[in-house]
C-alpha cells in the first residue's frame, strides 16, 4: 500500500500506474493513439487529466491528430483563409464593374488590345493606356480587363463613364445637400483614385463645367502620378472639336503625355 500523499508509482518497461486517492491503480498511460483523421498510431503522451478522460470515455477526443494531418489542417487553414480573401477582391470588383463587362470573355477581345493590356506594367510615372477606335472594338470592355487584373492584385481601382462623370459634375451643384455632399465625395474619390478607368471620353460634347472639371481632374491626376485607362470614339481631332479651344490643347497633351495611346 503505497503512503497517503503518493499518487503517483513507477513500474519497469517503462510502464506507469497510478494510484488514484480512493487507492484503485488508475488506467496504464496509453503510449500509441490513433489519429482521427487518418488513423495512424502514434505516440502521444497522455497527462494526469486525460488519462482520467480516457477511462471514463474510453476516447481519445483531447488527442490532436497526427502531426502530418495537424500541418495539413493549418495549410488548408491557410488557403481556405485566404480564398476567402481573394473571394472579397472578386465581390469588391462586382461593384465597381458594370455587370455587362463582369461577362466578357477575355479570349475573344481584340489581339491588338489584349496585347496592349499585357504589355502595360506598374509604373512610377502615371504611365496609363488610352484606347482610340469606332465603336464595336471592345474599348470599354479592354480596359476594364485591364482595371479586373489591377484589382485583383489588391489596387485601387476606381471607374466611371463620361457621362456619369457629367452628372456628378452637376451633381456637385445641384439637388440636396445630401446629393451635392455625395457627388462631391464620389468625384474626389474618382480623383485621388491609383487607378482609374474613364470610359468613353467625348461621347458627348463637354459642357463648359464638365470640360472644366475633367480637365481639373486630370491635371490633379497627372501631377499626382496617378494612372488613368481612358477609353475613346474619337481621335485627337475630333476629340479637340468637341472641346473649347483654349483648354482643348491642355487635355489632349496630358493624355498623350500620360498614356500609351493603342488605335483600334
Ligand atoms: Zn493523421
Wanted: net charge negative.
Amino acid at each position: 500500500m503505497a503512503g497517503n500523499d503518493e499518487t503517483e508509482k513507477v513500474y519497469s518497461d517503462d510502464k506507469f500506474e497510478y494510484i488514484l486517492p480512493d487507492g484503485t491503480i488508475a488506467p496504464q498511460r496509453p503510449q500509441e493513439v490513433q489519429c482521427k483523421k487518418c488513423g495512424k498510431t502514434f505516440h502521444h503522451e497522455l497527462n494526469y487529466m486525460q488519462r482520467m478522460w480516457f477511462e471514463k470515455n474510453k476516447v481519445f477526443d483531447f488527442i490532436p491528430n497526427c502531426e502530418e494531418c495537424c500541418q495539413q489542417e493549418e495549410t488548408e487553414r491557410k488557403e481556405q483563409a485566404a480564398a476567402a480573401r481573394e473571394a472579397k477582391w472578386v465581390k469588391q470588383w462586382e461593384d465597381i464593374c458594370p455587370p455587362l463587362y463582369l461577362r466578357t470573355d477575355a479570349s475573344r477581345l481584340p489581339k491588338k488590345g489584349m496585347e496592349a493590356i499585357t504589355e502595360w506594367e506598374y509604373n512610377d510615372d502615371g504611365m496609363g493606356l488610352g484606347f482610340v477606335g469606332p465603336p464595336g472594338k471592345c474599348k470599354t470592355r479592354l480596359v476594364f480587363e485591364l482595371g479586373r487584373r489591377i484589382h485583383m492584385d489588391h489596387k485601387e481601382v476606381k471607374a466611371v463613364s463620361a457621362t456619369h462623370f457629367a452628372r456628378l459634375c452637376s451633381g456637385q451643384f445641384m439637388g440636396s445637400d445630401d446629393r451635392k455632399d455625395a457627388c462631391e465625395r464620389a468625384f474626389g474619390a474618382l480623383a485621388e483614385s491609383d487607378y482609374l478607368i474613364f470610359d468613353d471620353i467625348g461621347k458627348q460634347k463637354f459642357t463648359e463645367r464638365v470640360e472644366m472639371e475633367f480637365f481639373g481632374m486630370l491635371e490633379y491626376r497627372t501631377s499626382n502620378l496617378l494612372t488613368t485607362f481612358w477609353t475613346a470614339n474619337a481621335g485627337s481631332k475630333e476629340l479637340a472639336s468637341m472641346m473649347s479651344p483654349d483648354r482643348s490643347e491642355a487635355i489632349i497633351r496630358r493624355l498623350s503625355e500620360f498614356s500609351t495611346i493603342v488605335q483600334l
